[in-house]
């Protein structure tokens, strides 16, 4: 008897927590408002324990880091080795080199940030689970100015936007290699406004629209975003290099691969440009 | 032990593992992949408890763990919640288990759970979920998931000791 009467409050409760998980999802699914101001009151009331915590664990967390990726580093530097000595090599070989390298620079200096407000956040949480690659957690959110969509960049370039309407003090960035991310882009000397794509983890852009087959692109150009009306990115930011080039001769276009100049595997700051598109474009 | 103070310590052992997970263990990755603690923590509800612990428990973490992660809010609750309540009912009813069938249990509906995670959720709309990497996900999760079951199942133990007692 007891037993059949915990069966049944078991059950009970099995179908209640169910039918409040769906309605959670039906609710987040539709951006209701009140859910997601409730979802960020709890994670500000959890955000001191987390804080805390974090600091307490971080040389654990950094220690493993450090042993565990230790052969990617290895190798990374390697090639970072490779990469130098090509550039020292050519520099000797052809003077231009020394004015290109130098007006790279001057590309990766920042100078879209310049004439933008922006607002340096702290990368608090990389990603807490094993679906969430593709988007890191910054501790600046909608007291900072922070809205949906904003551009999130590095010295080294475009790294992603704001993803969905921020907390008071955090706010989550979907990062380039997503596979759904999409952005206008422009590769330097050339007008074709084109789309680029997230290749995924680790793996270089995919420009697949808008790049006429007669554009003339080589490999090595820079490729920037275009900024064309109504983007929600500035134009000129630095997305990355061409490494390949192919044709769709059906389609007449061209396909590049984009490796991104930012790198979107350690980031500990990031710049989030208080950009938007309707009062600054 | 009066019953407020098994609820306040699982609440207590719930935040704390929910914080932990934050700061600690998304951290420790082999292969890019971390362990599933909230998971762990239903499942392991779920084998101490029965069914309906493994149901509160699973969607009380599964919450927690939403507010965290870009995919729907109610997500892991429901799958957390199903899954506490299924392998709690599986351990009322067949298992009756030894610590050792808990530990491979705990590894086995960690590697479950995860598969459901990924079909529900492209189901739902989510990307990214279902790659290639989802089965080696699944492997490492549930290598890292079997290690930590064993501390696990004694802190759920230390929750709910009379709670248990007078059950049984």
Do not use: C
């Amino acid at each position: 008897m007891a037993t059949g009467t915990r069966t049944g409050r078991s059950r009970f409760t099995l179908i209640f927590l169910l039918l409040t998980s769906a309605t959670l999802i039906t609710l987040d699914a539709r951006d209701f408002e009140p859910l997601q101001r409730t979802e960020e009151t709890l994670s500000d009331l959890i955000s001191p324990l987390r804080s805390g915590a974090d600091r307490v664990f971080e040389p654990v967390g950094d220690a493993w880091a450090g042993v565990t990726g230790y052969d990617e580093l290895e190798s990374e530097n390697e090639a970072l080795r490779q990469e130098l000595q090509k550039l020292e090599g050519q520099q000797i070989l052809d003077s231009d080199a020394a004015i290109r390298l130098e007006s790279l620079l001057d590309v990766l200096g920042l100078p879209y940030v310049q004439d933008i407000p922006n607002v340096v956040g702290e990368v608090v949480t990389a990603n807490v689970g094993n679906f969430d690659r593709y988007s890191v957690q910054i501790n600046r959110g909608a007291e900072d100015g922070i809205r949906n969509g904003m551009p999130v960049v590095t010295r080294g370039g475009l790294i992603g936007r704001i993803d969905g309407d921020p907390g008071r003090g955090h706010s989550r960035v979907t990062l380039l290699t997503d596979p759904s991310f999409e952005v206008g882009v422009l590769v330097v000397g050339t007008e074709d406004v084109a789309l680029a794509s997230g290749g995924g983890h680790g793996e270089p852009l995919m420009v697949t629209k808008g790049l006429e087959i007669d554009t003339e692109v080589a490999v090595g150009d820079e490729v920037v975003t275009s900024g064309v009306d109504r983007s929600r990115y500035p134009p000129g930011i630095p997305i990355g290099t061409v490494t390949d080039i192919d044709f769709d001769e059906a389609r007449l276009l061209q396909l590049l691969t984009v490796v991104p100049s930012a790198n979107t595997d350690s980031l500990s700051f990031v710049t989030v440009l208080l950009y938007d598109p309707l009062e600054d474009g | 032990m009066s019953l407020t103070s098994a609820y306040l310590r699982s609440a207590l052992f719930l935040l704390t593992a929910l914080v932990l997970h934050l700061a600690l263990f998304s951290d420790l990755r082999v292969l890019g992949v971390a362990p599933e603690v909230p998971l762990a923590i239903a499942v392991t509800a779920g084998l101490v408890g029965g069914p309906e612990r493994g149901a509160i428990a699973g969607f009380a973490i599964g919450l927690g763990i939403d507010l965290y992660l870009p995919t729907l809010f109610g997500l892991s609750a429901l799958i957390y919640t199903v899954w506490g309540y299924t392998v709690g009912l599986l351990e009322e009813r067949i298992f009756r288990s030894a610590w050792w069938i808990n530990v491979l249990v705990t590894a086995a509906a960690t590697a479950g759970g995860l598969l459901v995670y990924a079909v529900l959720g492209e189901l739902l709309g989510e990307v990214n979920l279902y790659t290639d990497r989802l089965y080696t996900v699944m492997g490492v999760a549930a290598a890292y998931n079997l290690v930590l079951s064993l501390p696990l199942l004694g802190l759920w133990h230390w929750s709910w000791p009379r709670l248990l007692g007078e059950e049984r």
